[in-house]
């Protein structure tokens, strides 16, 4: 099995900042990509960033230029820093990672329990 732990969600005024973290662990053997996800009440789950093992990283439009995803490889954990939030910011947020379990050499891919992200006007 692999577990994600996230971290770091609350309540934050709006054009402030937020630094979610969320670590792996359990029967893993390498983590391909991270990522952050989030779903807003009544809507569909979206993503948010992700980053691959290489650094390789991609953002929603609408994250651009204010969040910033990066990650501890040697940790297996991954963060999102969170600037100048919106209201419209506000959901729950989740982690999610892709890799390989270290026996059976199976892929898997998991998903954190989710942080309450909460951006008041």
């Known amino acids: 099995q692999v577990q994600l732990v996230e971290s770091g969600g609350g309540l934050v005024q709006a054009g402030g900042s937020l630094r979610l973290s969320c670590a792996a662990s359990g029967n893993i053997f390498s983590i391909s990509a991270m990522g952050w996800y989030r779903q807003a009440p009544g809507k569909q789950r979206d993503m948010v960033a992700t980053i691959t093992s290489g650094g390789s990283r991609n953002y929603a439009e609408s994250v651009k230029g204010r969040f910033t995803i990066s990650r501890d490889n040697a940790k297996n954990t991954v963060y999102l820093q969170m600037t100048s939030l919106k209201p419209e910011d506000t959901a729950v947020y989740y982690c999610?990672?892709?890799?390989?379990?270290?026996?059976?050499?199976?892929?898997?891919?998991?998903w954190g329990q989710g942080t309450q992200v909460t951006v008041s006007s």
């Open positions: 999610s990672a892709e890799g390989s379990k270290t026996w059976p050499r199976k892929s898997f891919a998991s």
